[in-house]
């Protein structure tokens, strides 16, 4: 992990180590490859947290939801948990820029210190890996088998992903939520509440979770005991945080918006190497 002190951008992975790691898993046959830890994967955890994201950058609603993972608990309890950063090279829904992978996971170990910092003197391990899996059903089979000792994953994730995780459109050719079946048995969905209408308000986003409580989604497959796997949290921020809204500050040169929304780490890398946003 970087040590503080020195340039953000220095301290971060070497872009052309990261580079040529991930040209090497493109042209092999894995699915998935780990590229950095905090904590040697010798120490056996139980529960294993996992925020997938495009990490585009990566943003304080991403730490946010990290960090929830952690908040109260105590160093021993910690000892039996990982998180999981992981970029997801193909995407359900987005193609692969404006920012390359390889600057995109520079970052993502800049914001692993970052979320260290914050939780600190809490210590618990981090990995980053990437993975060509853009289904959390596919993405969490391989996470089985990556991690033997594991008997929960529990994804991170925001409402947004949650209604995508639900929607039968990503589930061809019966288009039926039916294949989620092993997932819910196997893992839970920790999802922070969206800020902004398009998501409904707090009561639109609580009623879509009633529904599936009360069985009427079961037509589409989707079963209500689902919902006890699925736990909602509070929003830490006030104002509506985007991967999306940082890049425009960044072409805008909008400081206190950046301030506002960046980690530390992650502001000072971007404020050396703007334009990964800015260029094209
Ligand atoms: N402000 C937020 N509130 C709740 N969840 C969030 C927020 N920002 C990101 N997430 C969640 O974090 C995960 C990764 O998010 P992602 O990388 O797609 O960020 P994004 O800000 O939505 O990206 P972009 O703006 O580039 O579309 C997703 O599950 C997403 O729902
Ligand atoms: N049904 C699904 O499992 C499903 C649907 C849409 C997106 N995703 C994934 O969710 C993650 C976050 O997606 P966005 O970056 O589009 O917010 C990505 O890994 C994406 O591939 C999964």
Redesign the pocket.
């Given at each position: 992990m970087p040590i503080s002190g020195e340039s953000a951008t220095a301290m971060a992975l070497s872009l052309s180590l990261l580079r040529s790691e991930l040209s090497s898993f493109t042209a092999s046959s894995a699915s998935l490859r780990l590229i950095q830890s905090t904590a040697p994967l010798t120490v056996a955890a139980k529960t294993l947290f996992v925020l997938?994201?495009?990490f585009?950058p990566p943003t304080r609603a991403h730490l946010n939801i990290a960090l929830s993972s952690f908040k109260g608990k105590s160093a021993e309890s910690v000892k039996e948990e990982r998180l999981l950063l992981?970029l997801?090279t193909?995407?359900?829904?987005?193609a692969p820029k404006p920012a390359p992978f390889e600057e995109r996971l520079s970052m993502i170990s800049m914001f692993a210190s970052d979320i260290l910092s914050s939780l600190a003197p809490l210590s618990p391990a981090i990995d980053i890996a990437v993975?060509k899996?853009?289904?959390?059903?596919?993405?969490s089979e391989e996470l089985t088998k990556h991690y033997p000792d594991v008997t929960e994953q529990v994804y991170l994730?925001?409402f947004?992903?949650l209604i995508?995780?639900?929607?039968t459109r990503?589930?061809p050719v019966a288009h039926t939520l039916e294949p989620l079946e092993s997932f819910f048995r196997n893992n839970r969905i920790r999802c922070m509440y969206r800020l902004g209408d398009r998501w409904g308000g707090r009561e639109g986003q609580d009623e879509y979770l009633r529904n599936i409580r009360n069985g009427s989604r079961e037509a589409e497959g989707c079963r209500k005991e689902w919902a006890e796997r699925i736990e909602f949290i509070g929003n830490g921020n006030n104002t509506p945080v985007s991967?999306t809204r940082v890049r425009e500050a960044i072409r805008n040169k909008e400081e206190s918006v950046l301030h506002e929304l960046l980690t530390e780490g992650v502001k000072s890398w971007l404020r050396e190497r703007d334009d990964v946003y800015t260029q094209g």
């Open positions: 997938d994201s495009s585009n992981l997801a193909q995407n359900a829904d987005k993975t899996h853009a289904k959390f059903l596919d993405k994730t925001g947004d992903t995508r995780i639900l929607d990503y589930y991967s």
